[in-house]
């Protein structure tokens, strides 16, 4: 069975950084692409940014291209969101996901297991 928990989610103002983490378990993680995605208040789950099995190849949201970098530490089974320039948009809960082959993919149909989120809130 494989598990995803999110953690480094909170308050900060605007300007401000946060760094998300997701720790997996469960067989093989190394083989799987991984990805970040955020929901608003009100709004669809929008993608963040993906990264594949090596972490060779990364790809972002235009919002977050040049703010966020995504990155794997497969020894360790972590996935990362390091969040810089934080606006108060970027607001939402950030889920951690899986996906369902080895490369990188941007829709939520790429994935099939999901952590169960972690609030980032960023104040003007």
């Known amino acids: 069975q494989v598990q995803l928990v999110e953690s480094g989610g909170g308050l900060v103002q605007a300007g401000g950084s946060l760094r998300l983490s997701c720790a997996a378990s469960g067989r093989i993680f190394s083989s799987y692409g991984m990805g970040w995605f955020r929901q608003a208040p009100g709004k669809e789950r929008e993608f963040v940014a993906t990264?594949?099995?090596?972490?060779?190849?990364?790809y972002y949201a235009d919002s977050v291209k040049g703010r966020f970098t995504i990155s794997r530490d497969n020894a360790k089974n972590m996935v990362y969101l390091q969040m810089n320039s934080l606006r108060p948009e970027d607001t939402g809960v950030y889920y951690c996901a899986r996906a369902r082959g080895g490369d990188y993919y941007t829709s939520y149909t790429g994935y099939n297991y999901w952590g169960q989120g972690t609030q980032v809130t960023v104040s003007s």
């Open positions: 990264i594949s099995w090596s972490g060779g190849k990364s």
